[in-house]
């Protein structure tokens, strides 16, 4: 299953991609809203093989996560693979300069099945379909409404 939006941002590229950088800042998020979250690095400074283990209840049941960066590519891209018990993801967020002070965010995230109940979820995800794609429309949108508030307060 694919799922994708863009959506633009008024603010600098370099500033929206140091934003969509600071790891820190997304950890934090993450654990307020329930989510256990360990870094497997010391190391603070994006890089490939930056990686995480994640820990969340869903539909009622623990979830397990491991997530790595897979791809960055300053400036331009940030490539996360995901894995656990039943599917594998990938999502890539990619960024475009439309001009010298707004940026074009596009998120795409791919998932695919491992297991019987992995094929099961994203059965009754495909069979919602119009329903994901415009709840993953809308948290994109409101990722880049927060991120432009956050950049253009701190400038």
Do not use: C
């Not at 998020?29 to 990686?51: C, Y």
């Not at 940026?103 to 119009?130: D, E, H, N, P, Y």
């Amino acid at each position: 299953m694919e799922l994708s939006s863009n959506e633009d941002v008024d603010a600098p590229l370099s500033d929206v991609f140091d934003a969509l950088s600071d790891f820190g800042n997304f950890e934090r998020s993450a654990i307020r809203r329930g989510i256990e979250v360990q870094r497997l690095s010391n190391d603070s400074t994006p890089q490939v093989g930056l990686a995480w283990d994640l820990r969340a209840d869903f539909r009622g049941k623990p979830r397990e996560v491991h997530l790595e960066l897979a791809t960055y590519e300053p400036a331009t891209l940030i490539g996360l693979n995901g894995d656990s018990n039943s599917l594998t993801g990938q999502g890539q967020i990619e960024l475009m300069a439309l001009s010298p002070k707004r940026t074009r965010i596009s998120v795409k995230v791919k998932l695919k099945a491992k297991t019987l109940s992995g094929r099961l979820l994203l059965q009754s995800l495909k069979l919602a379909r119009a329903k994901v794609n415009r709840r993953f429309r809308h948290r994109v949108a409101e990722f880049a409404s927060l991120t432009e508030d956050r950049l253009n307060h701190t400038a």
